[in-house]
């Protein structure tokens, strides 16, 4: 039986680089910003951490242990498992390949890797709205002297979800179609689909829409670079909306960007050449 974590407390890769190489990170509870120079290995670093946890389709949770030179200590010590995400900042084309469904020829406007991985963070949300709404219900039939005010309060998140989105987009006219349950925006009056939106602005959307459907619950957020594409004022909003929309979520990425630590975060960072033994 799996006991599902709710942090990674410490990491040690032996085998980087041919073994030439050894890694020791303290992971903090909420927010690991790894920094370096190009090349020094940030995101082979979070590559090899990924790659060790292994999927298990049933459950989709992620088995660790120790394997291919990889150690991972898990909060609480004895869990055996850690549910996760993973945001990569890539825009390319998408390429077909026989893992990659139909979808593609027969969906409108996906085109491109972050309109997959939109796609189908969009189906999670359906999922979290149907959610959050049997809460409510749940809620309001209790006959709990406080039930109004908790079904309020399961609401509040999808809207400070959709309030962090309009008030990004503002400056360009878009805003959230409140009125569908689907994703998708109007601007200035038209309506708009999600993968019409620049890629900074898909980016952005991706990532605070795949914080959300986790439904606060713990759970570690990897991101390799997700400054890309990313306007200089929302790099510094990114990790604090993060936290606002998950304060369980331990958020693990690698970056290039001084912003992203510019809100309070500094303290958050570790160089490469700090855990590299």
Not at 75 to 92: E, G, K, M, N, V
Not at 98 to 105: K, R, T
Request: aromatic share 8%; hydrophobic share 40%; glycine share 6%.
């Amino acid at each position: 039986m799996f006991k599902l974590a709710e942090k990674i407390q410490r990491i040690e890769i032996s085998s980087l680089w041919g073994g030439h190489k050894h890694i020791v990170w303290e992971l903090r509870p909420e927010v690991n910003v790894l920094s370096g120079r190009n090349g020094e290995g940030k995101s082979t670093i979070l590559n090899r951490l990924i790659q060790h946890l292994r999927s298990i389709p049933s459950s989709g949770e992620i088995v660790g242990g120790q394997q291919l030179g990889v150690k991972i200590d898990f909060t609480p010590s004895d869990a055996t498992c850690i549910h996760y995400d993973i945001i990569r900042s890539f825009d390319r084309p998408i390429v077909p390949t026989a893992d990659l469904p139909a979808i593609v020829e027969t969906m409108p406007g996906v085109h491109t890797e972050l309109d997959w991985q939109l796609y189908l963070v969009q189906r999670r949300y359906l999922d979290y709205q149907v959610n959050v709404g049997n809460r409510m219900i749940q809620l309001l039939t209790s006959g709990a002297p406080d039930a109004r005010e908790r079904a309020t309060q399961a609401a509040m998140l999808k809207t400070r979800f959709l309030d962090m989105v309009d008030e990004l987009f503002s400056e360009t006219g878009k805003r959230i179609n409140r009125q569908s349950n689907e994703l998708s925006f109007i601007q200035y009056d038209e309506p708009l689909s999600p993968y019409k939106l620049s890629s900074g602005e898909k980016q952005i959307l991706l990532i605070l829409l795949t914080v959300l459907t986790e439904d606060q619950q713990p759970y570690v957020l990897f991101m390799d670079e997700p400054e890309a594409s990313l306007h200089f004022e929302w790099q510094k909003q990114l990790i604090s909306m993060v936290h606002e929309l998950n304060p369980n979520a331990q958020i693990i990425l690698t970056t290039h960007s001084p912003a992203l630590i510019m809100n309070g975060w500094e303290d958050a960072v570790t160089e490469v050449s700090e855990i590299t033994v």
